[in-house]
């Protein structure tokens, strides 16, 4: 299983990006995605999460403001954010894991994930 973030950038607030998370073959289908961000000297906490069946879910902070999707081909896994403001700023990874349980009170939950990326970075400056 492996992810590969990127998109990653430096941007002023208000700006936007668009993050992608290629996925390897083996995690195609079958797996529940999600993006999750560690802000410098913070803890690493959920962003926006998609289940198989294409159900989101995301973190008051970026509802309206960021959306989570995926492609089929190529198999992607992609977050658009828009008007960035300084506190999105961090680093940004990718997430796979199975099912199981309600996944709609485990879907932000780091500790819940067991595939990662290795992360993009994301500035945002006043």
């Known amino acids: 299983v492996r992810l590969v973030e990127s998109g990653g950038d430096s941007v002023q607030a208000g700006g936007s990006l668009r993050l992608s998370c290629a996925i390897s073959?083996?995690?195609?289908?079958?797996?529940?995605m999600a993006w999750f961000r560690q802000p410098p000297g913070k803890e690493r906490g959920g962003v926006a999460a998609?289940?198989?069946?294409?159900?989101?879910n995301y973190a008051d902070s970026v509802k309206g403001r960021f959306t989570i999707s995926k492609d089929l081909a190529p198999s992607n896994v992609n977050l658009q954010m828009s008007n960035l403001t300084p506190e999105d700023t961090a680093m940004y990874y990718c997430?796979?894991?199975?099912?199981?349980?309600?996944?709609?009170?485990?879907?932000?939950?780091?500790?819940?994930?067991?595939?990662w990326g290795q992360g993009t970075q994301v500035t945002v400056s006043s």
């Open positions: 998609i289940s198989i069946s294409g159900y989101t």
């Open positions: 997430a796979a894991r199975r099912g199981g349980g309600d996944w709609s009170s485990w879907a932000l939950q780091p500790d819940e994930y067991d595939y």
């Open positions: 073959r083996a995690t195609r289908s079958g797996y529940y």
